[in-house]
């Protein structure tokens, strides 16, 4: 950061001559519950969300720019650890916060936007998928979806199984790192599973002009979300397939391409449109796009 | 723009090697009223707000990101009306809108950021005044807060004088040029005024340890502003000295530097501290910071 918060605007380093840039715009009782999470692990979710669209292009991250809009009701000590949760996400990538906005508002609204450098890379993006390729998915799949359905559940604690999911609903935790090393390995394609790996993979597909075959035994399901599922009779791979704000990152590789441990091949790239898991359209939960 | 809307994030060019940023967060009812401006007119000011605190730096405005919180009131024509406004300012500065996210919000939010290129320059900050400097404005001072002055008592039209003032309140015409120009004539300090002269001088003369006299004969106060502070039994130096909203530029030049038409000489920086009008301090207003 050459000039920081203070002045009109902030002043970064753009060393690779190309800005990535990011925004997200997040909204009280839609996107968090002050009574469901921190002023701290709201921070730190709103940060890593936008983070972590960076890395999806294969970029690093540098800075965050944020606009808050604040409730009279809400204390310092909130805002503080807001501030707090912002800094130590952005710790985890070297990146700053570089700057924002303070306004009134009636309920707390968050206007996050992320900047990146590629570093002489080039931007991956959903629309490089060719036919052969591998799909794999790096970070937590499901995760805050079943801490979600704990939490509106009502249950909020209990075996170190289920906390950890309310947990990684608070505090995702994106596979930063993972983001510019596909690009490095070649990734043809890839983004932040955001909406539910299934949406995101139809945005690929879509973008690319291919289908996605997903091959359901190969995708992850630890044993805590079988737990959650037990304990709410849910089906873990419901949670894996559509639940968003994980964050991890779904990509699509040449099928040469040695993948390091961190991705798990859960998928081919063929020719066609849309998404399917062991060959057949995904109906259940509701989304009607897949339904078609 | 090397990446549009439609992936993870946008790609930017900047060639500066640097990028400027800034970012603002609108609030419906707050920062505008819909019954007082067109989704047209919001997203012209809310562009022009966030592209001049770019060019408050010397730098050339490059792109916007927006974030937009909707009710469910609002309809596919207005939210077209905004975009288009947003296009609009920004192609008078080259500018482009690269990407956003639109959520459910109680009421309009708008979450603005936007990026600028120095072209080789150096940052103008607030903090580079020096005793002996000139004191100029380029743009609109008072325009806008007399607009609202009208609004506020019920005047939605009348002669060429107040409709223009209204309307300046709607659609602020921010002097996008001089900002870069500035820079390149040496300037050294400047800021958007947003807040009104009397309180951004304030931050000119704090972040630079100075002093700042202002020449009240000097202020422009042309007959509009006479003519709608008859109509309100108002002071119009008033609004030239505490009204926001026009987004004019205020900077300081070392002496010898021969300013063009666009600026106009107001003042001058001297040593000590605080913002005084005809060597007093300005007292009306109920601007606390300027009663000490």
Redesign the interface.
């Known amino acids: 950061m050459?000039?920081g918060p203070?002045?009109?605007?902030?002043?970064?380093?753009?060393?690779?001559?190309?800005?990535?840039?990011?925004?997200?715009?997040?909204?009280e009782g839609?996107?968090f519950r002050r009574d469901w999470s921190s002023g701290y692990d709201i921070g730190r979710k709103a940060a890593a969300q936008n983070l972590?669209?960076?890395v999806?292009?294969g970029?690093d991250p540098t800075?965050l720019?944020?606009?808050?809009?604040l409730p009279a009701d809400v204390g310092a000590d909130w805002v503080d650890a807001l501030t707090d949760g912002f800094r130590d996400e952005c710790d985890l990538v070297g990146a700053t916060v570089?700057?924002?906005?303070?306004?009134?508002?009636?309920?707390v609204?968050l206007?996050?936007?992320?900047?990146?450098d590629?570093g002489g890379r080039t931007?991956v993006?959903?629309s490089g998928a060719r036919p052969g390729d591998v799909v794999a998915v790096a970070g937590r799949l499901g995760h805050a979806a079943a801490g979600l359905a704990l939490f509106g559940a009502g249950v909020t604690g209990g075996s170190p199984d289920l906390v950890s999911l309310l947990e990684a609903h608070r505090r995702p935790r994106p596979p930063y790192p993972c983001g510019p090393g596909a690009a490095l390995l070649g990734a043809t394609a890839m983004?932040?599973v955001s909406d539910g790996l299934l949406q995101d993979l139809g945005h690929v597909a879509d973008?690319s002009g291919v289908a996605v075959e997903l091959d359901a035994a190969a995708l992850p399901v630890p044993e805590a979300l079988s737990a959650a599922a037990r304990e709410l009779g849910a089906d873990p791979l419901e949670w894996v397939l559509t639940g968003g704000d994980d964050h991890a990152l779904a990509a699509t590789f040449p099928p040469e391409v040695r993948l390091p441990a961190e991705w798990t091949r859960v998928g081919a790239v063929t020719r066609g449109r849309g998404v399917r898991v062991d060959g057949q359209t995904w109906t259940t939960g509701g989304w009607d796009h897949f339904r078609a």
């Open positions: 050459l000039l203070g002045d009109d605007a902030a002043v970064l380093k753009a060393p690779d001559g190309r800005v990535v840039v990011s925004t997200d715009l997040l909204i839609r996107h972590s669209d960076i999806a292009m970029a800075a720019v944020v606009g808050l809009g570089a700057g924002g906005d303070i306004a009134r508002s009636e309920t609204v206007g996050v936007t992320a900047l990146g590629l931007p993006t959903r983004l932040d973008a």
